[in-house]
């Protein structure tokens, strides 16, 4: 089975920054593409960003420009660098990753349980 633990959220004022980081464990070979989700209480949970394993991202519309992501070079590892917060930012992120386990297995989708953010003054 597959773990992913996040950690970094909390509570910053508006315009300041913080910086997610995930770590997933357990039989990987392969992390094809790995992110973030986030939902807002009475929202539907949306993606944030997301990275494959060639480099390529995609973004919310909503966090383009502000936010980062990045994967370390032992593809077990994503993190959400979050800049220029905004009060709409507010929600539980939760660590994204499309993971194989075997050369002959399709990739399976698992999310974290997910660090709160809170944007406020």
């Known amino acids: 089975q597959v773990q992913l633990v996040e950690s970094g959220g909390g509570l910053v004022q508006p315009g300041g920054s913080l910086r997610l980081s995930c770590a997933a464990s357990g039989i990987i070979l392969s992390i094809p593409d790995m992110g973030w989700y986030r939902q807002a209480p009475g929202n539907q949970r949306e993606l944030v960003a997301i990275m494959a394993g060639d480099g390529s991202t995609n973004y919310a519309d909503a966090v383009k420009g502000r936010f980062t992501i990045s994967r370390g070079n032992t593809e077990r590892t994503v993190y959400l660098q979050m800049n220029s917060l905004k009060p709409e930012d507010t929600a539980v992120y939760s660590c994204?990753?499309?993971?194989?386990?075997?050369?002959?297995?399709?990739?399976?989708?698992?999310w974290g349980q997910g660090t709160q953010v809170t944007v406020s003054s």
């Open positions: 994204y990753a499309n993971v194989k386990i075997s050369r002959s297995g399709t990739g399976k989708n698992y």
